[in-house]
């Protein structure tokens, strides 16, 4: 018997099921991109990566361009929020993905003052990045120690998502270890719902590698197999998914595992509310396969990634995009050129 044949026929069973929802609203959209699951899946065939201006209907819906506040950290630990929604402000930006409510030497600020600023510079709080366990500690800000606390301020600060980006290895790297983590997700996204948001998970590269004890199944399978698509949302970090798919297109036992990060996503777009947007250049000596840079100055093509998702059921309305960046050079200026790119991007009605 196949090692295939031996896996989880359970789990095979879910995965067969939930990969059919979103199907039939993915469906138009995929026919028009086309099959390909290499990191050059990434890159447009026409203007450049696809970053091609011009004129007609603007690619990115209006009222969806976010910023996960990760990225201007250093300011935010230094001259503040007020500034730095201000500056936000100016460059278009709609809504904030928070990553900590505090600003360093800026001095303290409350959950309903950082609502207000928000509020007052005509930026929405969209989520907010939360870490999922600390083990060692009882006290810890995270969704498994203190998921009461956690959604208390979600809520004081109107949020409709919140969510984490940590990977789902707090049982280790195996099928059931998976599915362990993938009942504390559906948990949390009970709980979340049940004060009216949505919770959701953001990936890096990891979350599409292998189950240790099963090296055919990508573990991110088992996360969408296994939890709630009514209670767990994703928010997929579009960079770190083309890393997943440079890194994990083979299984451990060199075996050819393809995917599309993308087709992910039309298989299921109600699942995914939000995405991170940030760009890399290719480089295949680097470990991901890519060179983090700003939005804009890199290869993935984010007018073909972001117009598919356009045409799914909703697509324009139901989806919010967060520009990011681990470790600008200038966290101001990645900002600002960041949202420029975005908003120039057209294409045809």
Known sequence: MSRKKSADPELAQKLSRRNMLGVAAGATAAAVLGASATPAAAQGTGTGHGHGHGHGQPVLPPGRLGIQLYSLRDKVSTIGFAKVFEELERFGYDEVEFAGYTQGSAGPITLPQL????????????????????????????????????????????????????????????????KRAAADFNAYGAAAKRRGMKFYQHNHAEEFSFATDQPNVRLYDVLLAETDPSLVYLEMDIYWAFAGQFRFSKTPEGKPAPFDPLRYVLKQPHRYPLFHVKDGVEDIAARDGYRMVDVGDGDIDYKRFISAVNKTRGGRRDHHWQVEHDQPVDSILFAEKSSAHLHSLRERR
């Open 115 to 178: 609502k207000r600023l928000a509020r007052d510079h005509g930026l929405k709080g969209i989520g907010s990045h939360v870490n999922y366990y600390d083990n060692n500690n009882p006290n810890a800000y995270s969704f498994a120690q203190n998921l009461t606390k956690v959604l208390d301020d979600a809520q004081e600060l109107g949020l409709d998502h919140i969510g984490t980006a940590s990977g789902p290895f707090r049982y280790g790297s195996t099928v059931d270890a998976w």
